[in-house]
């Protein structure tokens, strides 16, 4: 593991990804040794642990705008996910491993034990989301506290899938289609898609929301194509083996022990289900719910109120 403020441009194994600007001014960098590779983390600030984890088809930058409100009052962990980013493209096994969530919510385990936490909070969004509600199903006693934000369970989404939620989230099943049509595809035009993915989700319907900077992030690790096979892996375990895990846990009635926050986007993805607070309700007990006017992208679209509302809730 190598820590200390390392310039953004310093990366391993020969990937391309230079000029990038520094976000995340006086945090740490960390390059940290897993069972699947290298995890890229940033790390900052006091307090409690707190992990954080980003979506599709962006990284660790996401939080940059939160990052320093919450650092005031938690120690944080900014990680990549497996094949995102800055971290490890380890190759995938048949059943899609280890982009399976249960398997990125284990290598997230390792990389906090490195750091020297055991128990932590967690914040996650979209895909990292799923990361974070598999891991407290998984491993119940190592979170404090849980926050996901606009999502609903895997189960949830496929079992509630209709006409009007596939129109929305037509990349779950078109990333999932087996290798390699959407890799394929996606390779055409990388940094066309991502613009207009994004665009799609934010509630002004453009990229405004997003910093430059950012964006030269998210456009950079989508230019690569074995990070975008490595996400194409993330969704097919999705529809796959992670659905499985979902359904197997729904049957037995296992739910979430520790208090839960769910957070989304007032024009979000979870606002066009039958309703995710009474979606979470099914998974945890211990679950409140919160609304923030943004689409999809609350950290970047909306991060005093975001930031606010993590620190209520962690802070509880």
């Known amino acids: 593991m190598i820590a200390g403020a390392l310039p ?17 001014p006086g945090f740490a960098v960390h390059w940290i040794d897993t069972s699947i590779g290298k995890i890229f983390a940033r790390g900052g600030g006091k307090g409690p ?5 980003h ?3 962006q990284t660790n930058v996401i939080w940059h705008r939160v990052a ?9 962990v900014i990680a990549d996910l497996p094949g995102y980013g800055w971290s490890a493209v380890p190759e995938a096994d048949a059943s899609h491993a280890p982009y399976d969530k249960r398997s990125m919510a284990k290598v997230m385990i390792e990389v906090m034990e490195k750091l020297g936490h055991a128990r932590f909070n967690l914040a996650g969004h979209d895909r990292g989301g799923r990361v974070a509600y598999r891991l407290a199903l998984d491993n119940p006693g190592r979170l404090i506290r849980l926050a996901v934000l606009d999502i609903v ?11 009007k939620s596939a129109f929305k989230v037509w990349h779950w099943p078109f990333l999932a289609q087996a290798a390699p049509l959407p890799e394929m595809l996606l390779s055409k035009a990388p940094v066309e898609y991502l613009e207009w993915k994004m665009a799609s989700l934010a509630k002004s319907k453009d990229l405004s929301p997003f910093d430059p900077r950012a964006l030269d992030h998210y456009r950079a690790f989508i230019s690569d194509p074995l990070r975008i096979h490595a996400t194409c892996e993330d969704y097919r375990a999705g529809w796959s083996t992670d659905l499985a895990h979902d359904e197997a846990d729904r049957a037995a009635g296992k739910k979430i022990t520790c208090p839960v926050l769910a957070l989304w986007g007032a024009a979000g993805i979870p ?3 039958s309703g995710p607070l009474a979606a979470w309700k099914q998974w945890a007990d211990g679950v409140r719910g919160i609304t923030v006017d943004c689409g999809h992208y609350p950290c ?3 991060p005093q109120v975001t930031a606010k509302a993590l620190l209520e809730f962690f802070n509880g």
């Open 300 to 302: 970047e679209e909306n």
């Open 55 to 57: 979506g599709y088809p």
């Open 68 to 76: 320093p409100m919450l650092a005031q009052h938690f120690s944080l």
């Open 8 to 24: 953004a441009t310093i990366m391993p194994d020969n990937m391309q990804m230079t000029d990038l600007a520094d976000l995340f």
């Open 271 to 273: 606002s066009e289900t």
């Open 153 to 163: 369970p895997t189960y949830d989404m496929w079992h509630g899938m209709d006409r």
């Open 49 to 53: 642990p707190l992990l954080l984890l």
